[in-house]
């Protein structure tokens, strides 16, 4: 029998249905994966918090920059029940705990609670970046502003919201109350509101425009139309009823990839093409580039569309065998010829990035005529990222730099506008004041170093090996906290030489005071 | 510093006037209310379910005990205020004194949360393997015990450092006021679990 | 970086001291509860009771030994989202399992 999934439903995933030493390696893995998430939003939440350029309002914010925010809330918020959640599973299976055993009297329900009260934000975690980084892609070439800026903000802070509110949407087949599940349709339908809002937003920002179809642009139209797609099917299981058909049929499995593949993967796609002259100073071709893009969308429709209907029709998920009588050999075929042509699409893609890196086009520093800050800095960004503590003094702020308007609201370049762009490039590369940055440690990696031994050994904990293990490996962390904490925060001034930026690898604007 | 002095333009500033790291632990602490608002409620829902093997906490928690314990716990705060309060005033003993006595009142804490559990398990035959309440209870109130015990590390790296360096520096005084913060959220932490879990606990009808 | 800034808003020692004996007597109210509660039913008058006080020198621990109400508002409302967000959530949890109850 095979052990539990990666949702880990108790008690299929306790000690008894998945002995063995599987499940715990999983969840001990997500554990500590969801340590690192949790400091990295903690450092997220500072930093776009408190490090902001001046000038850099709230409101003034790159979308992007926003979504990131209201990720690392979520992350923030939706870890540590996850993380509990994960130390019931291991204390039941190792130190023989009874939170989900229910011959006992535990209760498997509390798993999925606990589980989805994490999950479903985690949906919005995963779908908020790309959500940002098409809010990025798609003014840029439309060469229009954002379409409503400050709703788009307000309409991701609101899906996250409302998303810790909705959990019990993936229990309806569980047993949960009458009133339970009329509630939790409910405030699963509002979550539609606010994403409408953002798709007409992405529209309302094309509308009229000039544009440009690159591959960024075609990834983020792409981005919209199969999300739409994955939001609507995503309805249909806010509807009670139909959910109790749906509920593990492939008609989920389906909806899902709709959001998180057409959804995530291609606004990360997007994303990619977008800022990869910031990480190289060079463009990835554009002819690859679009083949990458009709492949990866063929495949993708041919893979998962015919889930849909197979879903409805009863086939269901987390099932070995389905005999050539259930009549679903036909459309599965098809999925598969479409992951293969998923993969060909990967493939010319990871192609592109490998030939582009070194013999691609170089960018020069602003390749797509872009309108936020980030393009203000040579490509690729120096580890210092800006050589001046930039200025912003209005929402798409580089934009408003090269452009001005003329009466009847066209944008007109600025005469003084190629000027502009040298001085940025000089004061970039060679910063006209010293920068310090922060003294790379060891520590940090030695303590994460000595956090797995502490798992395995809980793992292992019976055995002598076990023991030892957890002893060194508390020992790593103990020592290496506390040489970290030990350690100067500043780098001492005299070892600089100040005539010219130190390479400390950290691309941090903090600068020693 | 001429370097400084060159960087005013670029200066390390904080665009909400609070300090990048006191910001970040007040963002970590509200999180922590996720965490052990999962553990109350684990306990919360088993201490009442009926049919467990016995015994329940509930049974065999020793109030005047747990009571004592929760009261060096609470005093601690104030011993870690005044610490806070004198490395402000520049009074260096005074700092390590207090630093001290906030670590030792917590150990009292941790000391009587290890007295606690054997007795449940070896007089009170409670272990964590008994019934999911048992369970719900060794976890919650041993994961707080864990904070509890980072927090008295972190004291007792403080007054190792001042020992030391014979001072507590400017930045040194910013982390004691960050374990502070940290010290004083386990101390609430315990005042809500001390009331929710051992004073309104309640045992299923028909037991007890 | 003056990170003291700001220090002479806060309470003196002696203040300190007087928040101590406040949290004390508050204690040695609830334990006395308790007993009352053990010795004489109160009719459930003592969950709302003891939660009340909890609540005072959760209150007091966090706006005076935490200064939280001499810093600035949006760490207190960082602080309270997380506090009201994990009563919320786990309250949810508790009454889909009918722990708690919506009109008794
Ligand atoms: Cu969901």
């Known amino acids: ?513 | 510093m001429e370097a400084a002095a060159a960087m005013d333009h670029h200066d390390q500033h904080e665009s909400t006037g609070i300090d990048h790291r006191k910001l970040g632990m007040w963002v970590f602490l509200s999180s922590e209310f996720l965490f052990f608002g999962a553990l109350i409620t684990n306990y919360l829902l088993y201490q009442g379910q009926p049919g467990f093997a016995r015994p329940y906490p509930a049974e065999i928690y020793d109030i005047p005990f747990t009571s004592f314990s929760s009261f060096a716990l609470l005093m601690s705060s104030l011993t870690m205020v005044l610490a806070h309060n004198a490395l402000a005033r520049h009074d260096q003993h005074a700092t390590r004194t207090w630093l001290l006595a906030t670590a030792m009142l917590g150990s009292v804490f941790l000391g009587g949360q290890v007295f606690e559990f054997t007795e449940f398990i070896t007089v009170g035959g409670m272990k964590l393997t008994t019934n999911p309440a048992a369970s719900a209870f060794y976890m919650l109130t041993g994961f707080h015990g864990f904070h509890v015990l980072l927090g008295v590390l972190m004291l007792l790296t403080l007054y190792g450092i001042s020992r030391r360096q014979g001072e507590l520096s400017e930045a040194s005084g910013l982390n004691l006021e960050l374990v502070g913060l940290y010290w004083h959220f386990v101390d609430i932490i315990w005042i809500v679990i001390f009331t929710v879990v051992y004073l309104l606990a309640s045992v299923p009808a028909g037991v007890g | 970086m003056a990170t003291h800034s700001g220090e002479h808003h806060h309470p003196t020692p002696l203040q300190y001291v007087k928040i101590a004996i406040l949290l004390a007597v508050l204690t040695i109210i609830e334990v006395a509860l308790f007993y009352v509660n053990e010795a004489a039913d109160m009719g459930g008058w003592d969950a709302p009771l003891l939660i009340i006080l909890a609540l005072f020198k959760f209150v007091i621990v966090v706006g005076w030994y935490m200064h939280l109400r001499f810093e600035d508002s949006a760490l207190s409302k960082f602080f309270t989202a997380g506090f009201i967000l994990a009563l919320i959530l786990y309250a949810i949890v508790l009454l889909a399992f009918g722990v708690i109850a919506l009109g008794g």
């Open chain 1, 1 to 513: 029998m095979p052990d539990g999934g990666w949702f880990g439903y108790q008690p299929n995933a306790g000690p008894f249905y998945s002995p063995g030493t599987a499940m715990d390696y999983w969840a001990l893995g997500v554990q500590f994966l969801g340590l690192a998430s949790l400091i990295s939003s903690v450092n997220f939440i500072v930093t776009i918090f408190n490090m902001r350029a001046l000038g850099m309002r709230l409101l003034r914010m790159p979308v992007f920059v926003w979504m990131s925010l209201v990720v690392a809330l979520l992350l923030l918020f939706s870890l540590p029940i996850i993380a509990i959640a994960l130390f019931m599973v291991t204390f039941d299976r190792q130190f023989g705990s009874l939170f989900f055993v229910a011959e006992a009297g535990g209760d498997p329900i509390l798993w999925q609670h606990l589980f989805w009260l994490f999950g479903h934000p985690e949906v919005y975690i995963l779908i908020l970046p790309a959500m940002g980084i098409v809010s990025e892609v798609l003014p840029v070439y439309s060469k229009k502003p954002l379409f409503g800026y400050p709703a788009v903000v307000f309409a991701g802070a609101a899906i996250a919201f409302l998303g810790f509110g909705v959990w019990a949407h993936h229990m309806f087949a569980s047993g949960i109350s009458p009133v339970a599940q009329a509630a939790f349709g409910l405030s699963t339908m509002t979550i539609a509101v606010p994403t409408g809002v953002k798709i007409f937003n992405w529209m309302g920002t094309m509308w009229g425009g000039r544009i440009k179809f690159t591959t960024p642009m075609l990834f983020a139209i792409g981005f919209v139309a199969m999300f739409v797609i994955g939001g609507l099917s995503g309805v249909t299981h806010a509807v009670v009823p139909s959910d109790w058909q749906q509920t593990d049929t492939y008609y989920i499995v389906a909806h899902f990839h709709y959001v998180l593949f057409g959804g995530s993967v291609f606004g990360i796609f997007a994303g990619l093409y977008y800022w990869f002259p910031k990480m190289t100073g060079r463009l990835l071709s554009e002819k690859l580039g679009k083949l990458n893009f009709w492949t990866m969308f063929t495949g993708f429709n041919l893979t998962f569309a015919p889930m849909h209907w197979l879903g409805l029709q009863g086939m269901v998920r987390r099932t070995a065998y389905y005999p050539p009588e259930a009549g679903f050999d036909f459309w599965n075929l098809v999925a598969t010829v479409g992951a293969f042509i998923i993969a060909a699409g990967v493939l010319i893609f990871m192609f592109n990035w490998w030939r582009s890196k070194k013999h691609g086009e170089p960018s020069g520093m602003d390749p797509w005529d872009a309108r936020t800050v980030e393009w203000t800095t040579p490509n690729p960004t120096p580890e210092y990222n800006f050589g001046v503590a930039p200025t912003v003094t209005s929402l798409d702020d580089f934009w408003h730099k090269k452009y001005a308007e003329d009466s009847e609201g066209r944008p007109v370049r600025r005469p003084e506008a190629e000027n502009t762009l040298t001085d940025l490039m000089e004061t970039g590369i060679n910063p006209p004041h010293p920068i310090h940055l922060p003294a790379p440690s060891y520590y940090p990696v030695l303590l994460a170093a000595g956090i797995p031994l502490v798992g395995w050994g809980i793992i292992y904990h019976t055995s002598f090996v076990g023991k030892l293990l957890i002893l060194v490996g508390v020992l790593v962390v103990a020592s290496a906290a506390f040489g970290w904490s030990m350690e100067p925060l500043e780098e001492p001034h005299d070892e600089h030489d100040d005539s010219e930026p130190s390479g400390g690898g950290y691309p941090s604007a903090e600068v020693d005071a």
